[in-house]
């Protein structure tokens, strides 16, 4: 029979166990955050670590994010390289970090699929499809987005666009994702959880800067924004009557429709945002021109 003090210690030792992390650090960009970022942080703990880099807000961002478990350093950006997501790298300790959106979250069956694949040593990055909300409706339908959120410091990297020049554009890195140096980039089944609750205002003022680099990105042959891209992204970015072809590829082909208004607004608003990134090239060969 065993001891009674042994048996004791081995239940204790069974039910105290330490927390299993996933081996990666998450990486969370901030600037006036308080509405979302306690659901980012808390979606994250299961990392072995959450840092959250912020731009100097004015809210309590920086207080919420602290109480939920994260660590939190500030980001003053002064007009150079690195910008907001290669500078974080600096102040991290795992080879493996995530990017996470404030708005963004991470649901319990995606971090099952992360912690196998930041197991793989083949691994190099990690791809995600995004779980979108348009008008507070999940989105089932129309054009859906995969995003670059993980990668490996020692086998993958950021770009260096030329586009520290480019009108209203600020500190975070352009719609250009991570390069991988060796190793292979892995996608997941589970999509990752994006919904904002800041409104269309800042929707639209968001993505009209995101325009603006879009266009230089173009009108200048940068290749980094076109690397980032799918073959049929390449392809899609300077068809003619873009605008138009997305509505109807988002909308009718995709399906969009069955997701009401919402999905009719959504299809919309990103034609918009096509249709102003054609406007804004055009502007630039005809300012161009004059010179």
């Excluded at 959120?149 to 009108?167: E, Q, T």
């Excluded at 500190?171 to 140096?181: I, K, L, S, T």
């Excluded at 392809?235 to 003619?240: Q, S």
Aim: aromatic share 12%; with cysteine.
């Amino acid at each position: 029979m065993k001891d009674v003090g042994n048996l004791n210690a081995e239940r204790l030792e069974n039910v105290i166990q330490p927390p299993t992390y996933i081996e990666a650090t998450v990486i969370i960009l901030t600037k006036n955050e308080e509405r979302h970022i306690a659901r980012a942080v808390t979606s994250a703990l299961t990392f072995r670590e959450v840092l959250v880099v912020d731009s100097n807000s004015d809210d309590r961002t920086a207080e919420i994010a602290l109480a939920c478990g994260a660590r939190v350093v500030n980001y003053d950006w002064n007009g150079a390289y690195p910008k907001k997501k290669e500078w974080a790298l600096d102040h991290v300790g795992t080879d493996w970090v995530f990017y996470l959106d404030a708005d963004e979250y991470f649901d319990p069956e995606l971090l099952a699929e992360i912690r196998d694949i930041t197991s793989n040593a083949a691994a190099s990055a990690l791809e995600v499809p995004i779980r979108y909300f348009w008008e507070g409706r999940e989105l089932q339908h129309g054009h859906r987005v995969t995003k670059r959120i993980g990668m490996r410091r020692s086998k993958a990297y950021w770009p260096r666009p030329n586009d520290l020049d480019v009108k209203n554009m600020w500190e975070v890195e352009g719609h250009y994702q991570p390069q991988v140096r060796a190793g292979q980039c892995v996608r997941t089944v589970r999509p990752l959880g994006h919904q904002d609750e800041d409104g269309l205002f800042d929707y639209f003022a968001r993505h009209n800067r995101y325009s603006d680099w879009e266009a230089h990105m173009l009108y200048t042959g940068d290749t980094v924004s076109a690397k980032s891209r799918s073959r049929l992204g390449r392809l899609a970015v300077r068809i003619p009557a873009k605008p138009f072809i997305f509505f109807a590829y988002s909308y009718l082909f995709r399906l969009g429709l069955l997701d009401g208004r919402a999905g009719f607004n959504y299809a919309l608003a990103l034609s918009y945002y096509y249709w102003q990134i054609g406007l804004k090239v055009r502007e630039l060969k005809t300012k161009a021109s004059r010179k």
